[in-house]
């Protein structure tokens, strides 16, 4: 006699489901990824569970969104606590790192976003990058959940530690190059836009 949990019956059926869909066996981002040398495994969100995540640089412009995921998804400005934001050397784009709980980031947070489009926004943000999750404050008091796109310590020293990133002046100053240099695959354009 066999006993299934609630937790169980639910990977079957997204085990199944997924095969029904016909989705990939040779696609790693079909099934699970490795990310900040964790296996981090997704389960279909667009079908269990929209995702949230809170974006503090360029994902902020909704021109990025529309050539990366074809849409702009709803969302609400938000301050994220314990963490700052800092320029990246020789590039025009920001990360943040996990600081004093007194510090904070400001950003927005993208609602109801499927797996799919996590999976894109994975690729984006590439191996400088690890994914994890966030509780943000909304403007509105609301405390939500959210994945967030951390700078790995491996790449501390690309980091421009107390040079703060301005989200105003790079609209201004490289916005449209960096809409035009995004690659098909959604990978992040050079960072030497400056020149």
Do not use: C
């Amino acid at each position: 006699e066999i006993i299934l949990s609630k937790s169980n019956v639910r990977l079957i059926y997204t085990f199944i489901l997924r095969l029904h869909l016909a989705a990939p066996l040779h696609n790693p981002l079909a099934w699970g990824h490795h990310f900040g040398g964790q296996r981090r495994t997704y389960l279909s969100r667009s079908i269990i569970m929209p995702g949230n995540a809170f974006v503090y640089g360029t994902l902020m412009a909704e021109e990025v969104l529309t050539k990366l995921i074809r849409r702009v998804p709803a969302n609400k400005p938000a301050v994220l606590a314990g963490y700052s934001r800092y320029a990246v050397k020789r590039a025009v784009y920001p990360a943040i790192i996990a600081t004093k709980p007194e510090e904070r980031v400001q950003g927005k947070v993208l609602l109801d976003l499927t797996d799919h489009e996590l999976e894109i926004l994975d690729v984006y943000e590439s191996d400088q990058y690890y994914r994890t999750t966030v509780h943000p404050v909304t403007e509105d008091g609301q405390k939500v959940t959210a994945d967030v796109y951390v700078w790995k310590d491996d790449f501390m020293e690309d980091l421009a530690i107390g040079t703060s990133w301005d989200y105003s002046l790079w609209r201004e100053q490289n916005l449209y190059r960096w809409v035009d240099r995004l690659a098909p695959d959604a990978a992040h354009p050079e960072g030497d836009l400056q020149d």
